[in-house]
């Protein structure tokens, strides 16, 4: 071998260790990169959990007022007509017309039976939102899912209204009593 070619050889070399290098240094700084990202992500779960433990308390009395105080339906068409009853009597007093309604299915999930009434209603503005008011109570369980307002076309100083008001009510409560009972026997 010449000289010229072990310089050349020495060259090859050196540039490769100078490319590996750069190679593995941006391979380290990618995977440095990733870890602080995963160390800022856990950072602020860890803020987040003891945000939450600080409020455990509180959410703790909320569900206990929600268990002592959230109604239970004995039938749907029952709690159906008394929401319904409820709202036209609200509407009456608060000076309403009630131009439409509409009883809708009850939905269930474990958490809460829901039972809901569309109205189309008239009347002055104040009125509506002192209805909405009154209704939306959080000893009521009512809440709105659809709200929309529009000025009366045939009078200027009233509003249509179209709402959907649901109530929610605490689901049906299973034991494991009877399972309890079979397994002692």
């Known amino acids: 071998m010449t000289a010229g070619e072990r310089r050349m050889i020495s060259l090859l070399v050196v540039l490769s260790a100078i490319s590996g290098g750069a190679l593995m240094t941006q391979a380290l700084l990618g995977k440095q ?97 002192r209805w909405l008011h009154g209704m939306l109570t959080p000893e009521s369980f009512h809440l709105v899912s659809v709200l929309k307002i529009m000025p009366d076309a045939e009078n200027a100083a009233q509003v249509s209204v179209t709402t959907r008001i649901n109530r929610r009510y605490a689901p049906a409560l299973t034991t494991n009593e009877p399972a309890e009972q079979e397994a002692k026997s």
């Open 33 to 129: 990169s990733a870890l602080n990202r995963r160390q800022q992500t856990l950072e602020l779960r860890r803020v987040e959990s003891q945000a939450m433990l600080q409020e455990s308390a509180l959410w703790n009395a909320r569900i206990d007022w929600m268990n002592a105080n959230q109604p239970g339906m004995s039938s749907e068409n029952q709690a159906s007509q008394e929401l319904l009853e409820s709202l036209l009597a609200a509407a009456a007093v608060g000076k309403l017309t009630v131009q439409k309604k509409q009883l809708h299915e009850a939905v269930h999930t474990p958490f809460y039976h829901e039972i809901g009434v569309t109205l189309s209603l008239t009347g002055d503005l104040p009125d509506v939102f």
